[in-house]
């Protein structure tokens, strides 16, 4: 296994990682990832430590808290092996207090979190979103006070704009509180809009990305064709809708240079695409998910081996869209480009 620096952080993290949102699945979204108990959520975790793979990621609104709950189960009596990250700030109910990152929710959040992870202290704390009702220092003084308390020992984001990162790291800076050195992000070869503004600020600023659904929400297991129905067991039934839209034929045509690139390597297309993904500038870890033992021994199939240059100059054109304003200036004009090469 490779292991690799938490952005600018002291961590090494490894390549790839476990996301434990299968772990006691319940409701139309979780329930439809997997439902692993303590039992199945220990075996997994074991084939990812034999492998090398020693950071799952959960957060405390996958199945109303249970993930959290069967990850704490499964890690008993060797918590000093794994590193646990999780995230917080989603509703995890209908009253005011039960959604967002102020001090009382915060502090609440975490203690909860450690009483069904079954332990004193997490890894890495994420806040899952950012919160527009609480002001910035009020959030950052009480992740500084959690850090110094010993239940944090780093703490990032998830699914933050570009201003909102910066604005929270100059406000880190400005009163000496702990930075965010992660950000778990959306990322694959059918959604590279990490790259406009949330990779350059992360390679300026040494924040690494954790990379969620790096198939693509299901999209790239290889099941999905052109020409070809939606296959009638696959999730995207009823997940579809909760997860990020693509459209139909710039999925055919990534698949198409998936295919081709698999008959190249003999890989699979889910080991081709987090490879790829391996190959990306601030990319720390990968996150990749399983209902049960096939699936993740596939996934670790991932990594141990490297696409040529060509290889990847193929994805890299198949996948590639028009940049949003106020960034396709600089992949189109020349006078731009200059100024502001892109990162990848």
């Known amino acids: 296994m490779d292991y690799r620096r938490l952005g600018a952080s002291g961590l090494k993290v490894p ?11 319940s409701g139309p979204l979780f329930g439809a990832w997997g439902n692993s108990d303590a039992t199945e959520a220990r075996r997994l975790i074991d084939i990812c430590l034999e492998a090398g793979v020693n950071l799952f990621d959960t957060a405390d609104v996958y199945s109303n808290g249970a993930s959290e709950q069967v990850l704490g189960e499964a890690i008993k009596g060797r918590r000093d092996a794994v590193l646990i990250s999780t995230k917080t700030s ?3 109910g209908d009253g005011p207090a039960d959604y967002g990152s102020s001090r009382s929710r915060l502090i609440k959040s975490v203690d909860d979190a450690l009483r069904r992870l079954g332990t004193d202290y997490i890894d890495l704390l994420q806040l899952h979103a950012f919160d527009n009702g609480t002001p910035i220092e009020e959030v950052l003084s009480t992740l500084d006070a959690l850090v110094r308390a010993g239940k944090l020992r780093y703490v990032g984001v998830s699914n933050f704009s570009g201003w909102q990162v910066m604005k929270s790291l100059a406000e880190a800076d400005k009163h ?5 050195v992660a950000h778990q992000v959306y990322y694959s070869l059918v959604g590279r809009d990490y790259e406009w503004e949330l990779m350059p600020l992360g390679l300026d600023q040494g924040v690494g990305a954790l990379v969620w659904s ?3 929400w299901g999209r790239l297991t290889g099941k999905i064709r052109r020409g070809a129905k939606l296959p009638e067991k696959s999730r995207l039934h009823d997940t579809a809708s909760f997860g990020p839209p693509v459209e139909d034929e710039h999925l055919y045509r990534v698949m198409d240079a998936l295919d081709a690139v698999a008959e190249e390597t003999g890989k699979t297309v889910p080991q081709i695409a987090i490879n790829w993904l391996l190959q990306r500038p601030t990319v720390s870890s990968v996150i990749i998910g399983a209902r049960n033992e096939e699936q993740l021994r596939q996934n670790l199939g991932a990594i141990g081996w490297t696409l040529t240059p060509e290889q990847i100059s193929k994805l890299d054109a198949a996948s590639e869209v028009t940049a949003p304003y106020p960034y396709f200036p600089y992949r189109r004009q020349e006078g731009f480009a200059r100024l502001n090469p892109p990162a990848v």
């Open 90 to 92: 989603l509703p995890m």
């Open 214 to 216: 790096p198939l693509g």
């Open 176 to 180: 000496g509180y702990p930075r965010y």
């Open 15 to 25: 390549a790839l990682s476990f996301g434990a949102g299968t772990f006691g699945g």
